[in-house]
Nanobody, 124 residues
Framework: QVQLVESGGGLVQAGGSLRLSCAAS????????MGWFRQAPGKERQFVAT????????YYADSVKGRFTISRDNAQNTVFLQMNSLKPEDTAVYYC?????????????????WGQGTQVTVSS
């Protein structure tokens, strides 16, 4: 059974930075993409970024492109999300996930394993 544990969330002022980590344990397979999603109160879960180890391919939501960077350390079974120039609208619970197919996707339904989430709050 794969388990994902996120960390690194917190409270930061607008313009600041945070680095989220997601450690995977169990039978994690590096062939599948790993993604970050976020969910604000009263809103649907929203795609943030995904990375595919096979080719180093990364894909970002337009709202975070140029500010966030996703990376992974396969030796440590960990994926990271470096978040710079944070805005109040980035406030949400951030979740990492492992894809259920080898094709990177922005759709939550294409991800099989999920972490418990970590809160990110950006004050204005």
């Amino acid at each position: 059974q794969v388990q994902l544990v996120e960390s690194g969330g917190g409270l930061v002022q607008a313009g600041g930075s945070l680095r989220l980590s997601c450690a995977a344990s169990g039978r994690a397979n590096h062939r599948y993409p790993m993604g970050w999603f976020r969910q604000a109160p009263g809103k649907e879960r929203q795609f943030v970024a995904t990375i595919w180890e096979g080719s180093g391919y990364t894909y970002y939501a337009d709202s975070v492109k140029g500010r966030f960077t996703i990376s992974r350390d396969n030796a440590q079974n960990t994926v990271f999300l470096q978040m710079n120039s944070l805005k109040p609208e980035d406030t949400a619970v951030y979740y990492c996930a492992i894809g259920s197919t080898v094709v990177p996707s922005r759709h939550p339904g294409e991800y099989k394993y999920w972490g418990q989430g970590t809160q990110v709050t950006v004050s204005s």
